[in-house]
């Protein structure tokens, strides 16, 4: 067998020849997994040979990334809000613009106080978790469609010990029993029926945009990304419901999609609220929209 300098350089040259981008760094990523190790661990022993079975191992992962599997899945980790989450197939990846979400609430809210905080389409838990873990006082209700999803959110939850002040609920945002049922389970929880602070990143692309992903993206969870409608249904059900479920002066912070942003406009002010902002994210695009009850 060779030494890791010999086969980080063929797999780099490798995934160039098939168009992986940054392919240096991904043959070193993957490696590292394979070997168990840190990522500065292989730039320091580039001179130590793998075994048979590592080299194997490595071969396998570097096929599935030439086929464009996403790195996060291969790694199983995406980092989010500077805490490790747990991510699989049935889970969407967080996305570093969502961290957006977390700076927004701190810049609002004072960590001091308690607050329940309820996010819709929670996949890794990636929002909640990361606000929980800054906000030490205050509790949380996580909802998501999928099982599978919640399984691995409630993973990353008792690994960032946090499940004394978190709860996760599978319900589809479509059922029309689903505001009643995650008010009384908050009542539970908290003692209280309404949220202080709603967060979410609901499935948002449009149709045209889903004929055009990047071939890593088509190996995530198509629900995560697509309503099946128009992109908006999310917000039609929830803005009309905000008074129902959000306390007196409390916020709703979402991700929208840039290029619906109008629309959703039109939501509120049809529902009567004007107490709304819309953010933009690094690219100067209305990324997050935050409506205050
Ligand atoms: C864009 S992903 C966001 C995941 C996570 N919050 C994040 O930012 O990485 C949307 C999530 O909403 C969930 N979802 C989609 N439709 C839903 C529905 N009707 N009811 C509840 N959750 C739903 C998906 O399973 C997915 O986990």
Redesign the pocket.
């Known amino acids: 067998m060779e030494t890791i300098k010999y086969y980080l350089n063929e797999k780099t040259k490798l995934l160039k020849k098939n168009f992986v981008s940054l392919p240096r760094l991904e043959a070193r990523l993957l490696l590292s997994k394979i070997l168990n190790k840190s990522l500065n661990w292989t730039y320091l022993n580039l001179e130590k040979k793998i075994t048979k079975k590592q080299f194997e191992n490595y071969e396998k992962i570097i096929k599935k990334k030439i086929k464009r599997f996403p790195t996060a899945y291969l790694l199983e980790n995406k980092e989010?809000y500077s805490l490790n989450f747990k991510v699989n197939k049935n889970?969407?990846?967080?996305?570093p613009e969502?961290e957006a979400i977390v700076d927004e609430i701190k810049k609002n809210l004072n960590k001091k106080n308690f607050f329940s905080f309820l996010?819709?389409?929670?996949?890794?838990?990636?929002?909640l978790l990361s606000i929980l873990k800054e906000f030490k006082k205050s509790v949380g209700i996580g909802?998501?469609?999928?099982l599978k999803?919640l399984n691995v959110a409630k993973l990353n939850c008792k690994k960032n010990n946090l499940t004394s002040r978190t709860k996760f609920i599978n319900?589809?945002?479509?059922n029309k029993f689903f505001l009643r049922k995650i008010k009384k389970i908050n009542k539970k929880f908290t003692g209280f029926k309404k949220f202080n602070v709603i967060v979410?990143?609901?499935?948002?692309l449009l149709k045209n945009e889903m004929k055009t992903l990047s071939p890593e993206v088509k190996f995530e969870?198509v629900?995560?990304?697509y309503?099946n409608k128009d992109g908006l249904s999310?917000y039609k059900i929830i803005i009309p419901n905000l008074n129902f479920i959000l306390s007196k002066n409390g916020y709703f912070y979402s991700?929208i999609n840039p290029k619906n942003y109008k629309k959703i406009e039109n939501i509120c002010k049809k529902n009567n609220f004007f107490n709304f902002k819309f953010i933009n994210d690094l690219s100067k695009k209305k990324r997050f929209i935050l409506i205050r009850n």
């Open positions: 989010f889970t969407l990846i967080p996305r969502t996010d819709l389409g929670t996949g890794t838990g990636c929002i909802t998501d469609i999928h999803t319900l589809d945002w479509n979410s990143n609901p499935p948002y969870p629900q995560a990304l309503d999310f991700e």
